[in-house]
């Protein structure tokens, strides 16, 4: 065993946790403890060459390319304007409906995260524009925050999903697999969240039935931004472009679009490219200092003998996963995704492998667990997203989300016992 061994490891982590509870950077952090562990095992010197070549290694990946793409499609997304337009058409083709106002924001984050990726950005694209109205309609507080938050986790599934192009790097898994798996995932938790929202959220709101020509002008202006996630599937799922490829589109076919219908300027464009750099490194560093944690326990060969150890669990499988999903929550009510998955990811991989579960499957498994911890109280990051931008009080919706917590957790487990809903459309796409 190196020189510092499991006493060494957890003291580290206990480090970096702390760091981060001091509000230092997380790439900060985990860089710190993974310096820190490559010094206990080789001595400064040799540390100091080792970080910097998996730093390297790791951030040398053309897959990582993805992530900026689809994170300027998203800024520039959001720059146009569009989430406006988006939640327009949703709220006049399924506004009059009881609690159809309701409907249309989850409607509306299902599109949005086609195209997003992210979590919060949806949450906060989408709370911005939906929340007043929520509120002028009738709704409450704890249900229209815990509807926008619980909405907004469907950016961590949906494709183009960050987390998802992290864990594929690191687990060398098709990201158009993983693209394609969480189509069916997707559409189900939305549709589940809808059913909620309209028969079973406490409240009966029923917003003005809407006139087929006010459809079809809605219709009109949303239709060239709601074909863009549709467009990102289908392309996957034929084989026409590769993920990065897709990104690259989206990023030009906003561009032009914006530039057409006067909806992006040079100013806008150029704060779009700025936000994008900026969350883009941030990520990439993330995952670069998270990669050169995740070698120094492997050095320590951490990840094997958790395996072990796990594969003599009492239970059998299905209790092992219970575990991972427990573990895996706990974490994420204080870690955005992407910090979660490059940390939790080379210790859980091989004891998902272990178990019986497909590379692929288990992605997807895990980023819907991720969606629950972005929401579960007391921290969870979507939570404290809506809070911040709505003024609403983080115990007002703690309550509220619950039932969505549910609504996730089972597909969790559906996931799990139906391996096809995320197997079978990558195993009929023509490019995996």
């Known amino acids: 065993m190196p020189f510092g061994g499991d006493a060494g490891f ?9 760091l981060m509870a001091a509000s230092v950077p997380i790439f900060v952090a985990i860089g710190i403890a993974a310096m820190a562990g490559l010094c206990m095992v080789f001595g400064l010197q040799q540390a100091m060459v080792d970080f910097t070549s998996f730093l390297w290694q790791s951030l040398s990946s053309f897959e990582l390319v993805t992530i900026p793409l689809f994170v300027l499609a998203a800024m520039l997304v959001q720059e146009s304007d569009a989430g406006t337009e988006l939640f327009d058409f949703a709220k006049v083709w399924v506004g009059s409906i009881p609690n159809g106002l309701g409907a249309a924001v989850i409607v509306t984050c299902a599109i949005f995260a086609g195209i997003c990726g992210s979590s919060p950005v949806t949450a906060v694209t989408i709370g911005l524009i939906a929340l007043p109205v929520l509120g002028r309609e009738g709704y409450s507080d704890r249900s229209r925050g815990a509807m926008v938050a619980a909405g907004g986790t469907l950016g961590i599934l949906m494709p183009p999903s960050l987390p998802l192009i992290i864990y594929g790097v690191l687990t060398e898994t098709s ?11 997707g559409l189900l938790l939305a549709t589940a969240f809808g059913i909620y929202v309209t028969l079973a959220a406490g409240h009966r709101v029923r917003a003005q039935a809407s006139s087929w020509a006010e459809r079809m002008t809605a219709l009109r202006r949303a239709l060239p931004v709601v074909v863009l996630p549709v467009f990102i599937i289908v392309a996957i799922y034929l084989g026409l472009v590769t993920p990065a490829e897709t990104g690259a589109v989206a990023v030009v076919y906003l561009l032009v679009l914006g530039l057409v219908r006067r909806q992006l300027d040079l100013r806008k464009i150029a704060r779009a490219a700025f936000l994008s750099a900026l969350t ?17 326990s492997a050095i320590l060969q951490l990840p094997q003998r958790l395996a072990q150890t796990v594969g003599h669990i009492q239970g059998g499988p299905l209790m092992v996963f219970t ?15 992407g910090a979660l ?9 091989p004891i998902a492998m272990a178990i019986g579960l497909s590379p692929v499957q288990f992605g997807v498994m895990i980023a819907v667990n991720q969606e ?5 109280p007391p921290a969870g990051l979507n939570l404290v997203t809506v809070s911040s931008i709505s ?11 619950l039932p969505y917590i549910l609504i996730e957790l089972t597909m969790v487990y559906l996931l799990y016992f139906i391996p096809q809903l995320t197997l079978f459309l990558p195993a009929h796409m023509s490019m995996r």
Do not use: C, K, N, W
Request: hydrophobic share 60%.
């Open 10 to 18: 957890f003291l580290i982590v206990l480090v970096m946790f702390g």
């Open 175 to 185: 990201i158009g697999s993983l693209f394609m798996a969480t189509v069916i995932p």
């Open 280 to 296: 883009s490194a941030m990520l990439l560093m993330i995952f670069g200092t998270g990669s050169v944690f995740a070698r120094y």
């Open 323 to 337: 575990g991972i999903v427990v573990t895996d929550l706990i974490l994420g009510t204080f870690l955005e995704s």
């Open 341 to 349: 998955t490059i940390l939790t990811i080379p210790i859980f991989f």
């Open 372 to 376: 629950i911890a972005q929401i579960h």
């Open 391 to 401: 003024g609403i009080p983080l115990t007002r919706m703690m309550l509220s989300i």
